[in-house]
């Protein structure tokens, strides 16, 4: 049996499309994992589309069962707190803010319909990031 692999950037598409379009692109999101958690993902823009209670678990997990070594994300780009990004599920403006936790990323959130959306290698970038929480940091 064959199985998806997943490119650089640690999401794998499955092919299956989504009911959902990209906020930025338009474009119809297709199911992926992104580690341990079900998303939908841009194929043009790579970006995700992931419930708050599955990004909070996924990163969780990933970070305390992390065996690579961590790496320092680069600062935070500023520019993205100014931007506008309709929800794609209820067309609502999405929260833009600095994520409180590692990965120095901007992430913009739903709270109607308690989604995240992330552009392309932010939940890694949150993931691969250094901290107490992460298994190998604590080896």
């Keep these: 049996m064959d199985f998806p692999r997943p490119p650089d950037d640690g999401i794998t598409p499955l092919g299956i499309p989504g009911t959902l379009e990209c906020p930025l692109c338009r474009l119809p999101l297709e199911l992926a994992w992104a580690g341990a958690a079900q998303v939908l993902l841009c194929r043009r823009c790579r970006g995700i589309l992931i419930p708050m209670a599955s990004f909070s678990r ?17 600062p935070m780009n500023r520019e993205d707190l100014h931007r506008h990004i309709a929800c794609p599920r209820c067309g609502r403006q999405m ?21 995240n959306w992330l552009d392309s290698g932010e939940f ?16």
Excluded: M, Q, W
């Excluded at 803010?97 to 308690?114: A, E, F, L, S, T």
């Design 124 to 139: 890694f970038r949150v993931v691969r990031a250094p901290g107490k929480d992460r298994r190998r940091a604590r080896e």
């Design 95 to 115: 929260d833009v803010h600095p994520y409180g936790g590692p990965g120095n990323i901007v992430i913009d959130n739903c709270p109607h319909c308690r989604l």
């Design 58 to 74: 996924a990163i969780t997990y990933l970070r305390s069962t992390a065996s690579d070594p961590p790496v320092a994300p680069p």
